[in-house]
């Protein structure tokens, strides 16, 4: 079976069909997949690894995955990387699910902080790289070079961290980061507790302006097909499972998200509709403080 675009139905019947043994893609294929009516009734048997690279996994959707038995993995790497930097190795794709798994042997993986001086373990900072499969330099961009390769490490743009055993965590890019009352945010942590919600298909999470705290979260939320849901159940879910600065202080809903043609999520575009061009009362209604 041959299809010249990507089709979940299709993709879910070729699996079962050719007994598929391994799969590679990006988050949002294996998000319309799981979304399919054919999901639930699909053979996965076949599968040995799924993988996933190009944007973080919500692990909620790892977790729908994995019960049906399929071992679900993930890689972090970057065009400037030629691009493989980690690998989560499938005996350890339950145990440590979320995580983008070790540096590969060629390359070193370090986090630093502000300063460019490098973290301890478990400390949140930008993920920088060095090793012979990182580029030489941009094409007549001396100065982005310089920036970027300062030091002699590739700073990615990339926040995260290494637990106690090694293993690489993305949190979020560093421009995406929400700064609420001087306490960091990073989106895909709202996104992937939102993600949990058994109605929610997609989310994506921006910083709003906030006349108290600076900004705030606002979560671009896409409900599944058939179901209802509203903006007080979403910040109530949302409540229950993170401290109370990171609950989204206003949910809008909206048929789908903006996406690269890798998948990730255009958060520009996001700030752009529904931010600095958008709904502005979304905006000023920022004074309705949440607790926890």
Same mark, same amino acid.
């Given at each position: 079976m041959a299809t010249r675009f990507f089709v979940p139905d299709q993709v879910i019947e070729a699996i079962g069909k050719h007994g598929v043994t391994t799969m590679f893609g990006i988050p949002i294929m294996f998000l319309l997949m799981s979304m399919s009516e054919r999901f639930d009734s699909g053979d996965f048997s076949s599968i040995r690894v799924m993988i996933a690279g190009g944007a973080p996994v919500p692990v909620p959707l790892i977790e729908k995955y994995q019960e049906k038995g399929v071992v679900f993995s993930q890689a972090y790497g970057l065009t400037e990387t030629a691009p493989a930097v980690t690998g989560l190795p499938e005996d350890d794709a339950i145990r440590k699910r979320g995580s983008a798994g070790r540096p590969f042997f060629h390359v070193d993986v370090k986090i630093f902080g502000e300063d460019d001086k490098e973290l301890s373990q478990g400390e949140m900072g930008e993920i920088v790289v060095k090793g012979p499969n990182v580029f030489k330099e941009y094409w007549n961009m001396p100065e982005e070079t310089a920036e970027t390769l300062r030091g002699g490490w590739f700073h990615t743009g990339d926040m995260g961290r290494f637990d106690e055993e090694g293993y690489l965590w993305i949190v979020d890019? !560093? !421009?995406?980061? +929400? %700064?609420? =009352? =001087? &306490?960091? %945010?990073?989106?895909?942590?709202?996104?992937?507790? +939102?993600?949990a919600h058994p109605k929610v298909a997609d989310v994506g999470v921006v910083g709003?302006?906030?006349? !108290?705290? *600076? &900004?705030?979260?606002?979560?671009?939320? #896409? #409900? +599944?097909? *058939? &179901?209802?849901?509203?903006?007080?159940?979403i910040i109530a879910f949302a409540r229950e499972r993170l401290a109370g600065f990171k609950t989204p202080k206003q949910v809008i809903f909206a048929d789908e998200l903006p996406r690269t043609s890798t998948g990730k999520i255009l958060k520009k575009d996001l700030r752009a509709m529904y931010v600095e061009g958008g709904d502005r009362s979304l905006v000023d209604r920022s004074d309705k403080e949440i607790g926890g």
């Open positions: 890019r !560093k !421009k995406d980061m +929400i %700064i609420s =009352g =001087g &306490e960091n %945010i990073y989106p895909a942590e709202v996104e992937d507790a +939102i993600h709003m302006h906030d006349t !108290k705290w *600076g &900004e705030s979260p606002l979560a671009v939320v #896409v #409900v +599944i097909p *058939g &179901e209802e849901l509203t903006a007080d159940e």
